[in-house]
């Protein structure tokens, strides 16, 4: 294959994932076909199938895929500034949360869908969520913390995230950093503390 | 009928459809087995259930539901300090969610039958928690009404996060959950404390 073909096929998921993102916004997932997708994406059937021959699913996966990494690059580029654990933590919660409070394709699946992305949120696959993007959260905090501290540090992040993105709270605005601030400092660096100190009684 | 044996029909029903689940999985589960498993006739069901397996697969997470939670409260009341009653509420939540069989078993084939419960229930599960945990809070020393108000917030969030999804801790291990309640759950509480 000549590298003109390798950057047409990509360009082609590219724009398969992105008009993907577009119908999930307007229609959800129970509602987009593999059709909607092609013809969003103003590409044929059998384009679309050479691009993906997995079909839906695989698209999904590539959907997942790519706004994952969005929201890491998201993140690396909010934290890449900060000079101390509490600024990096700040900056990766609100961003975190502007980002997923202003990503449509979510806010429609949580309107109308939320068992799609609640099945990753609760139970076991919860608990694989929150391996992927706390280890992804540990990385950017080893500037800060040793590699223990770090990866717990990244999961209980993205717990809070979780969280506050599925039971919005009256009281403290993530995507605010000064309310991200207001959870920092009263439970992540008062627990950094009591990691390092000596257990009592 | 009297609206308490009324009650106590419906729950046989759905205590029966629970343990049919059990036996055969929710997609195999006939009314004949949910029948001979409630002791009840099929007609008592369609009676209580009129809208059929739909009502009553709902009204069974429900049930479950708020089952667990009763237990829940029940198994932490007599815990006497903040501490105690968050280990332990972990501990028994995260067992208890293991050994609820018909839970796994729906996770496994139907997951999409907890959307209504999980999408009507978690707020007021979250509020259930933190209103559990609020005298704690109190005995704890923590007597600004606000400041508590957003600790049992917290608590709830966190409890509720981690007796679905564990992560990294091991919830039967006695040592870790103590380590994980000092740390993540209470630390935030230090400075409120006498």
Do not use: K
């Amino acid at each position: 294959m000549s590298a003109g073909s390798d950057t047409s096929a990509a360009s082609t998921r590219e724009r398969v994932v992105a008009a993907t993102l577009r119908c999930l916004a307007a229609h959800g997932l129970r509602h987009t076909t593999v059709d909607d997708v092609a013809i969003e994406a103003g590409i044929s059937r059998a384009t679309l199938y050479r691009a993906f021959p997995g079909g839906r699913d695989t698209i999904v996966a590539a959907v997942v895929d790519a706004e994952l990494e969005q929201l890491t690059s998201t993140i690396e580029r909010a934290v890449a500034g900060s000079d101390d654990v509490r600024g990096a933590l700040v900056s990766a919660i609100s961003a975190a949360a502007v980002w997923l409070t202003a990503n449509e394709a979510i806010a429609t699946l949580m309107f109308d869908e939320p068992a799609v992305l609640l099945t990753h949120l609760e139970f076991e696959r919860m608990d694989r969520t929150l391996a992927i993007a706390g280890s992804r959260l540990a990385r950017l905090l080893s500037r800060h913390l040793d590699p223990e501290t770090a990866g717990r540090v990244g999961e209980w992040v993205t717990r809070l995230v979780v969280s506050y993105l599925l039971f919005p709270s009256d009281e403290i605005d993530l995507c605010d950093p000064a309310g991200a601030g207001i959870l920092v400092d009263r439970h992540v660096l008062a627990a950094l503390d009591a990691l390092h100190a000596p257990v009592a009684g | 009928m009297s609206a308490p044996a009324r009650l106590e029909v419906r729950e046989r029903i759905l205590e029966g459809t629970s343990r049919a689940i059990c036996v055969s999985g929710v997609r195999h589960t006939s009314l004949t087995e949910i029948a001979r498993e409630s002791a009840c006739s099929r007609a008592t069901i369609y009676r209580h259930f009129p809208g059929g397996r739909d009502e009553l697969l709902d009204a069974l997470v429900d049930f479950e539901h708020r089952r667990f939670f009763v237990r829940l409260a029940q198994a932490v009341e007599s815990a006497t300090t903040l501490e105690e009653v968050v280990e332990r509420g972990l501990m028994v939540a995260h067992r208890a969610l293991i050994e609820l069989e018909v839970l796994q078993i729906v996770l496994r084939e139907q997951p999409e039958l907890l959307e209504p419960t999980l999408v009507r229930a978690s707020q007021p599960t979250l509020r259930l928690i933190a209103d559990f945990l609020t005298p704690y809070l109190e005995a704890h020393g923590v007597l600004d009404e606000a400041t508590r108000a957003a600790h049992a917030d917290y608590l709830a969030r966190m409890v509720l996060s981690y007796i679905s999804a564990p992560g990294r801790f091991d919830l039967t291990d006695p040592d870790q959950v103590r380590e994980l309640v000092r740390c993540e759950l209470l630390a935030g509480l230090q400075v409120h404390a006498a």
